[in-house]
């Protein structure tokens, strides 16, 4: 039998290339997804978050300080209170909901107020945590879609002022102070959060329009 021909110059070249591009193909796959432990942060793309998500930080987000973590503390509500004003509300069955009292006197853009109603979410949502007599109502309101409504308020004055209302019918309500890092003065009252059974928490801000 005739021996087999080696193959060409060519050839091998052309096996060469291919492969070449193969292995380039799937190591450059290999890093997009971390599997030489790498990570990619070209664009603005934020990777390793705790839900795998990849979150691209635009430099004219809301609060214009993506990458300062501990904005948020800064502008929580610094009252921390003690919790003997809340009304645990036991005996009621009606829908718990969440009204975001929001300063229109300020000028806040958007991103701003869905920054500011976001703290004022999560700190009367920690307030309420922190309390175990404010257990059941929490889980009312988590378990009925966590409603929530913004309103508009003019001033800081009437925000204390509904706030101190609020308190009185055994309700939380939490103010949010600004860092004063971007649009406002540090320090300044933007929303305010008021949770509890519809009818009481409509009694404080039932008459505030829509924003």
């Given amino acids: 039998m005739a021996e087999k021909a080696a193959p060409s110059i060519a050839a091998v070249a052309v096996s060469s290339l291919i492969l070449g591009l193969l292995a380039g193909y799937f190591i450059g796959q290999g890093a997009s997804i971390g599997v030489f432990g790498g990570q990619s942060n070209s664009g603005g793309v934020k990777q390793s ?4 998500y990849d979150v691209k930080v635009h430099a004219d987000s809301s609060d214009e300080q993506a990458d300062d973590e501990d904005e948020q503390e800064e502008e929580d509500d610094e009252d921390e209170g003690d919790g003997k004003e809340l009304n645990d509300f036991r005996e009621s069955t009606e829908e718990v909901k969440l009204v975001l009292a929001v300063r229109t006197d300020l000028g806040m853009g958007k991103g701003k107020i869905a920054a500011q109603c976001s703290h004022a979410t ?8 922190s309390h175990p007599s404010s257990a059941p109502l929490l889980k009312r309101w988590e378990w009925g879609g966590q409603p929530k409504i913004a ?26 102070h600004d860092a004063g890092r971007t649009q406002i003065a540090a320090g300044s009252a ?16 039932g008459q505030l329009r829509l924003l």
Avoid: F, H
């Fill in 190 to 205: 933007t929303v305010l959060g008021v949770l509890g059974p519809k009818s009481v928490v409509d009694q404080v801000t």
């Fill in 151 to 176: 309103v508009q308020a003019k001033s800081e004055e009437e925000l204390e002022t509904l706030q101190a209302q609020a308190m009185s019918l055994g309700l939380c309500a939490r103010i949010i």
């Fill in 49 to 52: 978050w705790p839900n795998s």
């Fill in 122 to 129: 999560l700190a009367c949502y920690k307030y309420l945590l």
